[in-house]
């Protein structure tokens, strides 16, 4: 899990090359901003503000081996 907007590097870019180096890590991308530059739809988002249940539920989304990382936006 990692914050979308960071100096030097956006959560995408990060997501992007953690799973070059590890293909099946599961990646969830969290921003506060909807227009967000270089989030593509193929990494799952939640958006900010969350509640505690929300988070549960899109990590357990992300994690779930018959899920495709895509399904959870």
């Known amino acids: 899990m990692t914050d979308h907007i960071m100096p030097q590097m956006t959560g995408a870019d990060l997501a992007r090359a953690a799973k070059k180096l590890r293909p099946r890590l599961h990646v969830l991308v969290v ?5 967000a530059t270089g989030l593509a739809a193929d990494l799952p988002r ?7 249940a929300e988070l549960a539920s899109h990590l357990e989304a992300v994690m779930s081996p018959r899920s495709s990382a895509t399904s959870v936006h």
């Open 31 to 35: 921003s506060g901003y909807s227009d």
């Open 46 to 52: 939640l958006e900010k503000p969350f509640r505690q």
